[in-house]
Protein backbone atom coordinates (compact mmCIF):
# COMPACT_ATOMS: atom_id res chain seq x y z
CA UNK A 1 0.00 0.00 0.00
CA UNK A 2 1.44 3.10 -1.20
CA UNK A 3 2.24 5.88 2.40
CA UNK A 4 0.90 9.21 1.48
CA UNK A 5 3.17 11.11 3.84
CA UNK A 6 5.28 14.45 3.39
CA UNK A 7 7.65 16.21 5.76
CA UNK A 8 8.49 19.77 6.47
CA UNK A 9 11.96 20.95 8.10
CA UNK A 10 12.84 23.78 9.47
CA UNK A 11 9.70 24.23 11.75
CA UNK A 12 8.60 25.82 14.67
CA UNK A 13 6.83 23.36 16.65
CA UNK A 14 5.11 25.61 18.87
CA UNK A 15 3.84 27.62 16.04
CA UNK A 16 2.42 23.98 14.46
CA UNK A 17 1.02 23.13 17.62
CA UNK A 18 -1.01 25.88 18.17
CA UNK A 19 -2.10 26.04 14.51
CA UNK A 20 -3.67 22.20 14.71
CA UNK A 21 -5.29 23.06 18.00
CA UNK A 22 -7.11 26.28 16.73
CA UNK A 23 -8.56 23.70 13.82
CA UNK A 24 -10.19 21.83 16.16
CA UNK A 25 -7.27 19.41 15.88
CA UNK A 26 -6.58 17.44 18.83
CA UNK A 27 -3.06 15.85 20.70
CA UNK A 28 -2.52 12.49 20.78
CA UNK A 29 0.47 11.32 22.72
CA UNK A 30 3.55 12.51 23.43
CA UNK A 31 6.48 9.37 22.80
CA UNK A 32 9.33 7.65 22.66
CA UNK A 33 9.31 5.34 19.92
CA UNK A 34 12.11 2.40 19.40
CA UNK A 35 12.78 0.87 15.81
CA UNK A 36 14.77 -1.90 14.91
CA UNK A 37 15.83 -2.28 11.40
CA UNK A 38 15.97 -5.44 9.60
CA UNK A 39 17.90 -7.11 6.52
CA UNK A 40 19.39 -10.00 4.83
CA UNK A 41 23.08 -10.68 5.47
CA UNK A 42 23.64 -9.45 1.99
CA UNK A 43 21.95 -6.20 2.73
CA UNK A 44 19.71 -7.31 -0.54
CA UNK A 45 16.77 -5.14 0.96
CA UNK A 46 19.37 -1.95 1.52
CA UNK A 47 19.97 -2.15 -2.72
CA UNK A 48 16.32 -2.40 -3.29
CA UNK A 49 15.45 1.11 -0.89
CA UNK A 50 13.76 -1.31 1.26
CA UNK A 51 13.58 -2.77 4.92
CA UNK A 52 11.61 -4.67 7.58
CA UNK A 53 11.62 -2.74 11.08
CA UNK A 54 9.81 -3.36 14.31
CA UNK A 55 8.97 -0.29 16.00
CA UNK A 56 7.83 0.09 19.76
CA UNK A 57 5.11 3.03 19.44
CA UNK A 58 4.13 3.05 23.60
CA UNK A 59 0.54 1.18 23.02
CA UNK A 60 1.89 -0.63 20.44
CA UNK A 61 3.79 -2.77 18.01
CA UNK A 62 4.26 -3.44 14.90
CA UNK A 63 6.19 -5.36 11.94
CA UNK A 64 6.59 -3.47 8.91
CA UNK A 65 8.11 -3.76 5.25
CA UNK A 66 9.05 -0.16 3.76
CA UNK A 67 10.46 0.64 0.19
CA UNK A 68 11.36 3.84 -1.35
CA UNK A 69 9.40 4.66 -4.89
CA UNK A 70 11.96 6.30 -7.10
CA UNK A 71 14.44 7.52 -4.54
CA UNK A 72 17.73 9.14 -5.59
CA UNK A 73 20.51 7.01 -5.22
CA UNK A 74 22.93 9.22 -3.45
CA UNK A 75 20.39 9.58 -0.96
CA UNK A 76 20.74 13.39 -1.41
CA UNK A 77 17.50 15.92 -0.62
CA UNK A 78 15.78 15.58 -3.93
CA UNK A 79 12.16 14.23 -3.41
CA UNK A 80 11.27 10.62 -4.25
CA UNK A 81 8.34 9.01 -5.27
CA UNK A 82 7.22 8.52 -1.78
CA UNK A 83 6.93 5.04 -0.14
CA UNK A 84 5.48 1.41 -0.56
CA UNK A 85 4.22 0.24 3.11
CA UNK A 86 2.65 -3.11 4.78
CA UNK A 87 2.44 -2.81 8.34
CA UNK A 88 0.91 -5.41 11.45
CA UNK A 89 0.32 -4.96 15.14
CA UNK A 90 2.24 -7.91 16.89
CA UNK A 91 2.42 -8.67 20.38
CA UNK A 92 5.96 -8.06 21.28
CA UNK A 93 9.14 -6.41 20.45
CA UNK A 94 11.87 -8.21 21.60
CA UNK A 95 10.15 -11.78 20.65
CA UNK A 96 9.84 -10.41 16.80
CA UNK A 97 13.41 -9.18 16.58
CA UNK A 98 14.08 -12.80 17.66
CA UNK A 99 11.97 -14.48 15.03
CA UNK A 100 13.02 -11.92 12.73
CA UNK A 101 17.01 -12.90 13.70
CA UNK A 102 16.18 -16.86 13.55
CA UNK A 103 14.68 -17.06 10.09
CA UNK A 104 18.27 -15.24 8.84
CA UNK A 105 17.97 -11.61 9.15
CA UNK A 106 20.49 -9.26 11.00
CA UNK A 107 20.48 -5.99 12.86
CA UNK A 108 21.20 -3.07 10.53
CA UNK A 109 20.49 -0.40 13.16
CA UNK A 110 18.04 0.58 15.92
CA UNK A 111 17.09 4.42 16.81
CA UNK A 112 14.53 5.78 18.57
CA UNK A 113 12.81 9.03 18.21
CA UNK A 114 10.31 11.22 20.15
CA UNK A 115 6.97 11.51 18.26
CA UNK A 116 4.32 14.34 19.24
CA UNK A 117 1.14 13.52 16.95
CA UNK A 118 -2.12 15.81 16.39
CA UNK A 119 -4.67 14.48 14.54
CA UNK A 120 -6.77 17.14 12.11
CA UNK A 121 -9.64 16.01 10.77
CA UNK A 122 -8.32 12.59 10.54
CA UNK A 123 -4.93 13.23 9.22
CA UNK A 124 -2.24 12.80 11.24
CA UNK A 125 0.21 15.51 11.99
CA UNK A 126 3.53 14.46 13.46
CA UNK A 127 6.14 16.69 15.08
CA UNK A 128 9.52 14.46 14.79
CA UNK A 129 12.44 15.16 17.37
CA UNK A 130 15.72 12.29 16.06
CA UNK A 131 18.84 12.73 17.42
CA UNK A 132 21.30 15.50 16.51
CA UNK A 133 18.74 16.93 13.88
CA UNK A 134 16.12 19.56 14.58
CA UNK A 135 12.35 18.90 14.72
CA UNK A 136 10.47 18.48 11.68
CA UNK A 137 6.73 17.71 10.91
CA UNK A 138 5.17 14.64 9.21
CA UNK A 139 1.96 14.67 7.57
CA UNK A 140 0.43 11.88 6.71
CA UNK A 141 -3.10 10.61 5.40
CA UNK A 142 -4.83 8.36 3.65
CA UNK A 143 -4.40 10.56 0.21
CA UNK A 144 -2.40 12.81 -1.42
CA UNK A 145 -5.46 14.90 -1.58
CA UNK A 146 -6.04 14.75 2.44
CA UNK A 147 -2.35 15.37 2.39
CA UNK A 148 -2.45 18.72 0.41
CA UNK A 149 -6.01 19.94 2.15
CA UNK A 150 -4.18 20.20 5.60
CA UNK A 151 -1.00 21.63 4.27
CA UNK A 152 -3.51 24.54 3.15
CA UNK A 153 -5.13 24.56 6.02
CA UNK A 154 -2.06 25.12 8.19
CA UNK A 155 -0.55 27.74 5.50
CA UNK A 156 2.60 25.73 4.73
CA UNK A 157 3.91 26.24 1.58
CA UNK A 158 3.53 23.55 -0.73
CA UNK A 159 6.84 23.79 -2.68
CA UNK A 160 8.26 23.31 0.65
CA UNK A 161 7.12 20.03 0.97
CA UNK A 162 9.67 16.72 0.94
CA UNK A 163 8.99 13.38 -0.26
CA UNK A 164 11.43 11.79 1.39
CA UNK A 165 13.27 9.42 4.17
CA UNK A 166 14.63 10.58 7.36
CA UNK A 167 18.17 9.03 6.07
CA UNK A 168 17.64 12.25 3.67
CA UNK A 169 17.37 14.36 6.19
CA UNK A 170 20.24 12.98 8.77
CA UNK A 171 22.37 13.39 4.80
CA UNK A 172 21.62 17.11 5.03
CA UNK A 173 22.48 17.37 8.20
CA UNK A 174 26.25 15.92 7.60
CA UNK A 175 25.31 12.41 8.84
CA UNK A 176 24.83 9.50 7.68
CA UNK A 177 23.03 6.92 9.61
CA UNK A 178 23.92 3.92 7.75
CA UNK A 179 26.95 4.18 9.18
CA UNK A 180 25.43 3.88 13.11
CA UNK A 181 24.22 0.22 14.58
CA UNK A 182 22.44 2.57 17.65
CA UNK A 183 21.29 6.31 17.38
CA UNK A 184 19.08 6.93 20.56
CA UNK A 185 19.30 10.10 22.50
CA UNK A 186 21.98 9.15 24.55
CA UNK A 187 24.51 7.42 22.18
CA UNK A 188 25.57 7.30 19.08
CA UNK A 189 27.10 4.17 18.30
CA UNK A 190 29.43 3.36 14.71
CA UNK A 191 29.20 0.33 13.27
Known sequence: ????????????????????????????????????????PDLRLDKQKSWVRVRDEGDKVTL?????????????????????????????FETTCTILRQIGLVDK???????VRYLLDGVEVDVDYWPQLEPYLEIEGKSWAEVDETIAKLELDPGDKKIFSTTQVYKMAGINDKDYSRITFTEMVKK
Open 1 to 40: MEEYEVKYLNIDHKVIEHKVLSLGGEKVFDRIYHRAVFDY
Open 64 to 92: GYKQRIDSPDNGDSANDGGMIEEEVVVSD
Open 109 to 115: FFFENRR
